[in-house]
């Protein structure tokens, strides 16, 4: 292993190490939800596990399309033109308070749409509980993703860490008090937790409001003296690489969410069942997120800076680094499932007995997708990196939908699979999305680089 790569290595870890602690973070905040709404029992577990679906679903789409504060500021600083980061970031939250006020509309009136398809009423209350809850943490949610872009494209990713450790404390907090009805507040149950983690929310954008705050003021507020058709320039660059990433990121969560919504036709038991092994499975895919959000901060700082070679370098060092955790989570999960089950449900209650049987079969199809799982996350990274993202878009939309939930759809109904043939299906689509972005990372850092030029070089 050359110098130069040994450097990338340590640079990718300095990076990702943080955001993929502050990933495992937020997802811990979703754990802590389940694991406490559970002792409610299985329809509530089912629900608020339905109901965070369709609130993220629909969140993360928006919080896509600001994401794209992150390789475009990493841009701007990599070519020192650093009066752009500002006027990039304050154009991000205009459009995110833009896309908050019909988000929040379309999660208050989701439930709706599952009574058509034959779900049950009680899962259908306890949904609609959650969401009218959650809803208010909505622009505070939107606000914490374009800061988060913004630190991340400056290099301070322990910052994002630092406030997301602390909200795992205050999300558990918040729970015990509003669903058990702890300090003399009410006991409110489901709407309990979707309360808790809307304030979270907002607790950790003004945290990272407070960081941001210690920066060079033309960093996070330069636009306030901007003409507005700078503003208006910016905000379409935004739109330009922000909506095909949205579009990349709707497709992958979109096909989980509806995989989740056909589980939910199977009963309430595989329904929680899939949300353990979800959950855990997703726990894990933090990881590589984070060496993924890295990618897109080193490709497009060495970008902007015109050293093609060390961005072609910093992509198959990403790409490394998360097939090597992938391969050892993939390991953990064969190895010793009964106690991870075990973390969210009682496993010698007679009562769990079928939700803990599907969770490990559940839980076994989720280690052989692991390390496709991780390389097409750091493959899609990196590619935004290079600004890249329509085609990937495409390529995503045709592995997930066309391969992935068809086939899941096949495996379970026509083919008589049941419930786990929806699990194979993801085995399917995320093994073709992630053959598809690694082979066109490799061709777009092989074109961009200038012929004679070698992957150990610092620069071309």
Not at 68 to 78: N, Q, T, W
Request: net charge positive.
């Amino acid at each position: 292993m050359t110098s130069a790569v040994i450097k990338e290595v340590r640079a990718t870890l300095s990076l990702a190490v943080p955001l993929a602690a502050a990933n495992v973070a937020q997802m811990a905040m979703g754990v802590t939800d389940t694991v406490m709404v559970g002792s409610l029992g299985p329809v509530p577990l089912a629900a608020v596990g339905l109901g965070a679906n369709f609130y993220f679903t629909i969140a993360v789409v928006c919080q896509g399309v600001v994401s794209a504060v992150s390789p475009l500021a990493a841009f701007a600083m990599g070519a020192a033109r650093r009066d752009e980061v500002g006027r990039i970031t304050a154009s991000a939250f205009v459009l995110g308070a833009v896309f908050a006020v019909p988000l929040m509309a379309a999660l208050t009136i989701a439930p709706r749409a599952l009574a058509p398809i034959g779900y049950d009423p009680a899962l259908i209350g306890g949904i609609g509980e959650f969401l009218h809850a959650i809803v208010w943490g909505t622009p505070g949610f939107l606000g914490f993703a374009v800061l988060r872009s913004l630190l991340a494209a400056l290099s301070r990713p322990r910052a994002i860490m630092a406030v997301l450790v602390f909200g795992i404390g205050t999300n558990a907090l918040l729970n015990w008090l509003l669903i058990f009805g702890h300090l003399g507040l009410p006991a409110l149950g489901l709407a309990g937790s979707g309360y808790a983690s809307a304030i979270n929310q907002w607790l950790m954008f003004l945290g990272l409001l407070c960081v941001a705050s210690r920066l060079r003021r033309e960093d996070w507020l330069s636009a306030r003296y901007a003409a507005l058709a700078t503003m208006t320039a910016d905000m379409a660059r935004i739109l330009k690489l922000g909506l095909p990433i949205a579009g990349l990121q709707a497709v992958e969560v979109g096909v989980f969410f509806a995989s989740t919504t056909v589980m939910g036709l199977f009963g309430a038991n595989a329904l929680a069942a899939h949300q353990i092994a979800l959950n855990c499975a997703s726990v894990t895919f933090m990881v590589p997120l984070g060496m993924s959000q890295a990618a897109t901060v080193r490709i497009a700082a060495e970008r902007g800076s015109g050293s093609f070679a060390a961005a072609r370098r910093a992509g198959v060092v990403a790409l490394g680094l998360g097939i090597a955790f992938m391969s050892l989570s993939a390991a953990v999960f064969w190895s010793v499932p009964e106690p991870i089950v075990g973390a969210y449900i009682a496993l010698g209650d007679p009562g769990n007995r079928e939700v803990v049987a599907l969770a490990l079969r559940f839980l076994a199809v989720a280690a052989v997708f692991q390390i496709v799982d991780g390389l097409q996350a750091v493959a899609a990274g990196a590619l935004r990196g290079y600004h890249d993202a329509t085609v990937p878009m495409i390529l995503a939309g045709c592995g997930y939908w066309g391969i992935g939930f068809a086939g899941g759809l096949a495996f379970a109904f026509p083919l008589g699979a049941g419930p786990i043939g929806l699990w194979w299906g993801f085995v399917l689509g995320l093994s073709a999305v992630a053959a598809l972005l690694t082979f066109r990372l490799l061709r777009n850092a092989a074109a961009a680089m200038p012929s004679g030029t070698a992957l150990g070089e610092a620069h071309p």
